[in-house]
């Protein structure tokens, strides 16, 4: 039997999860084991500020970089542990009363993660990550930006600040300058400089953080420095990650931090696809992204993985680092794999100084990437300044869980209030050369003549008390036909829209005129009818959206002009055939 045009195009549910992995090029090799590396300060690093073991952090950077890069949409993203994910799980499992340190909450929540994604992606659900509106996404992004860096300070300067708010953890840090340990600070600043300095190097700016990790790391070990380590808090085994069965147990008191979790990892990765296209030119999907780091967490939470997503920051790393295929992402896995193997216990000689001071770089350059974004939204408008900022102080000073859900919601608010806004009638016009003009709706309807509005909403009943203000007065409307263009309206729009429409059409009727609708969607054709309001609008007063785009307009203009012509002049509108109760 021949193959159908879906099988061919690998449209079925296997071949959408499991894309052609393709032949790995040379370039992936290096760029593989630049950003495995690259893997090892940073990965430790956020684990480490969200308060989980640092090789936690390593392993998030295995297991689910190999399935994520197998099995993504978008061949060059690497799936791995960012800070918000970090911290957002350390928030949940806080919530929940349950000890980060243990292996088996850990693997839970990961798990319970991954089911999220994966049921996000095979019910095609990425089209939500829409809703979610860049002044909310800016104020989360910078909020997590500032937790990053508080969450290091007491690395970079041996002061540990105090408080539960963000804001004033910096403030107490810039207070007590005078109480930071003197080694632990020279140390961080000299890991910021040796940064400074590799990225100014363009050969050396990808790898620009390995490279100060190791300078300073050597330095300290020859100098002697009495810093803190890495093998002062965790001990990193020289073996590849083991099995770690999940806590059930604990499975009800996360589901719902989970979901967190899960929304905050897709939401960072759903930008990847369109910053870092195919190089083969295949299409990304959303969706196939979802479903592949839900595999990857999958995968990740039976072999001690954090809960992990789309890293924007490793995949820029092995983009710059020459990556050409998935296999990029894959190699990064196993080559970390064989680091962590071999090279261990040089992985407990780092200085907690020297991640903290590259965790300040990382926390610090995020920050000043958004500055854009944020000059962007305070310039667009009040409120989504507002949103930004609220969004911005829920994240340094709530849960993180619960901060999401409030941005969730702020984003709710934000489009309803833009759609009502938006939404508008603007006169139609058409000019001698027959060209169609949009204009201002006039104050009142003309006697005896054709007036063409166009809508343009969404049919959110907030909108309708103004734009109804907007509608021309009716108050000699002898003979006038109004034509309503709904070309743009939802097929199926709200019952208060209904309301309006028959509502008008009745009061037109009364002062002897009439209400027409064009361009009108079968859907809302059905509904029409379905309500009743058909009757109102009477025979022809319905003109549905058939042809090219203006071809209703034309036929609801003859049909007005042709009813117009058919009324006796002066015929009171008492003397109408058609007659209504007063409108609801």
Excluded at 39 to 68: D, K, Q, R, T
Excluded at 174 to 190: N, S
Aim: with cysteine; aromatic share 4%.
């Amino acid at each position: 039997m021949t193959a159908g045009p879906g099988e061919r195009s690998g449209t079925t549910g296997v071949r959408r999860l499991l894309p052609a992995p393709g032949r790995p090029k040379l370039q992936d090799a290096g760029a593989g084991l630049v950003t495995g590396l690259f893997s090892i300060p940073e990965g430790m690093a956020y684990a480490s500020i969200a308060g989980f073991n640092p090789i936690a952090g390593l392993y998030a950077g295995v297991v689910p970089a190999i399935v994520g890069s197998l099995t993504a949409r978008t061949a060059l993203m690497v799936t791995t542990l960012t800070s918000a994910i970090a911290l957002t799980s350390q928030s949940v499992l806080k919530e929940a009363g349950l000890d980060p340190a243990d292996a088996g909450h850990v693997a839970a929540l990961t798990l319970l993660a991954g089911v999220v994604m994966l049921l996000m992606g095979v019910f095609r659900l990425g089209a939500v990550m829409s809703f979610v509106s860049n002044a909310v996404m800016t104020g989360f992004s910078t909020g997590i930006a500032l937790q990053i860096v508080t969450g290091v300070l007491k690395d970079a300067t041996g002061y540990r600040p105090r408080g539960h708010n963000r804001l004033y953890q910096l403030a107490d840090w810039l207070a007590h300058i005078g109480r930071w340990q003197l080694a632990a600070t020279l140390v961080a600043v000299a890991t910021i400089a040796c940064w400074a300095l590799a990225r100014a190097v363009r050969r050396l700016e990808p790898v620009a953080l390995l490279v100060a990790m190791i300078v300073v790391t050597a330095a300290v070990a020859v100098l002697g420095t009495d810093v803190e380590h890495v093998r002062d808090i965790a001990h990193i085994p020289a073996a590849l990650p083991g099995f770690s069965a999940p806590d059930l147990s604990a499975v009800p008191h996360l589901l719902t931090g989970a979901v967190a979790v899960a929304l905050v990892a897709l939401a960072q990765a759903a930008s990847i696809g369109s910053s870092v296209p195919n190089p083969d030119g295949s299409r990304s999907s959303v969706n196939g992204d979802f479903a592949a780091q839900g595999l990857a967490n999958l995968a990740g939470g039976l072999f001690q993985a954090l809960p992990s997503g789309g890293s924007l920051s490793r995949t820029g790393v092995a983009v710059s680092a020459g990556a050409r295929t998935r296999w990029a992402g894959v190699l990064s896995g196993v080559l970390l794999a064989l680091v962590v193997l071999v090279c261990a216990p040089l992985a407990e000689a780092v200085p907690m100084p020297v991640i903290g001071g590259l965790i300040l770089v990382v926390g610090g350059e995020l920050i000043w990437g958004k500055r854009a974004d944020i000059l962007l939204v305070l310039r667009t408008s009040r409120l989504s300044s507002a949103a930004m900022a609220l969004t911005f102080l829920a994240t340094t000073q709530l849960p993180l869980q619960q901060a999401i859900v409030l941005g969730a919601v702020l984003s709710l608010l934000l489009y309803c209030a833009q759609a009502a806004r938006q939404a508008r009638f603007r006169s139609l016009t058409r000019d001698p050369d027959g060209r169609w003009h949009l204009s201002d709706p006039p104050a009142r309807l003309p006697p005896g003549e054709v007036t063409l509005l166009h809508y343009g909403g969404t049919s959110f009943f907030a909108e309708l008390p103004r734009i109804e203000q907007a509608l021309p007065r009716d108050d000699d409307a002898r003979a006038a036909v109004l034509v309503l263009v709904l070309r743009g309206a939802p097929d199926v729009p709200s019952s208060s829209m209904l309301k309006v429409i028959r509502r008008h059409a009745r009061e037109l009727d009364r002062q002897g005129g009439r209400l027409m609708l064009a361009g009108v969607a079968p859907d809302l054709v059905r509904v029409l009818r379905t309500t009743g309001i058909d009757q109102d609008l009477g025979p022809g007063g319905i003109v549905p959206a058939e042809g090219a785009v203006f071809d209703p307009v034309d036929r609801a203009l003859a049909e007005a002009r042709a009813w117009i012509a058919s009324r006796p002049a002066g015929t009171p509108p008492e003397d109408d055939d058609r007659r209504h109760p007063p409108a609801p």
